[in-house]
């Protein structure tokens, strides 16, 4: 196996399950890792840095939602793929709420779930190659993603980790017209839009810890019709 194979952390409790994604991943040239609990995922993330996770809802005593949600809390940003029974919208709003990048319904074609996997390392990749943004600086306010801070000349306000990816993918983008769909689909992963009021809200606390006036942003604007727009000198 070539020592650059990505690797790919399954957790998954079902062995029939387990045996199909292995052995057909490993064919395709992973690395692939298995575990069958949520604490035990959580430790393996912490010691293996893979370069994507599979990861199911349903495990024994920690639930999917709660894994996914501590990995991005240790700032771990490797691609998640959650995996559920459940063919509920709630679910998915969920998952990808707390960090997820994608989602799949059981049961589902192993072809699909290899596409997937494909599309969100090459994404991955790809955002790496852009290069790190580390501080951002808006007038007397810097943002220190690295440490999900920002720094005002008032008070240090954290930040969540969605509010972190927002502001790279705006800095990415800056001085350039963002649509929601754009946001939802590349913050949130939603593959659909359904609800745009989810990037309001979210842009409207981010306003509130970034921009020293809020209701009148000089930095984070909005374009009505249109979405939003991060402006930078």
Not at 66 to 80: A, D, G, L, S
Not at 179 to 191: G, I, T
């Amino acid at each position: 196996m070539s020592a650059k194979a990505k690797k790919i952390i399954i957790v998954e409790d079902e062995p029939s399950l387990i045996f199909t994604l292995k052995d057909t991943l490993e064919n395709e040239g992973y690395e692939v890792h298995i575990v069958e609990n949520g604490l035990e995922a959580i430790e393996l993330a912490d010691t293996v840095y893979p370069d994507l996770m599979i990861l199911d809802i349903m495990l024994p005593g920690v639930s999917g939602f709660e894994v996914c949600k501590q990995i991005r809390e240790r700032k771990h940003t490797f691609p998640i793929i959650m995996l559920t029974a459940r063919d509920q919208e709630i679910d998915k709003v969920t998952g990808l709420n707390i960090g997820a990048d994608d989602y799949m319904t059981k049961p589902f074609g192993v072809k699909e779930l290899l596409a997937r996997i494909q599309a969100r390392l090459r994404r991955a990749n790809s955002y790496s190659k852009a290069g790190p943004i580390d501080v951002v600086t808006l007038g007397d306010v810097r943002i220190e993603l690295n440490e999900s801070l920002v720094v005002r000349p008032d008070k240090e306000v954290e930040l969540t980790t969605r509010e972190v990816e927002l502001i790279r993918f705006l800095v990415t983008n800056a001085n350039e017209p963002v649509s929601r769909d754009s946001l939802l689909e590349n913050v949130w992963r939603y593959e659909y839009s359904t609800n745009t009021r989810t990037v309001d809200v979210h842009i409207s606390k981010l306003r509130s810890k970034i921009e020293m006036q809020p209701d009148d942003p000089r930095y984070l604007v909005t374009l009505h019709g249109v979405g939003y727009m991060m402006k930078l000198n």
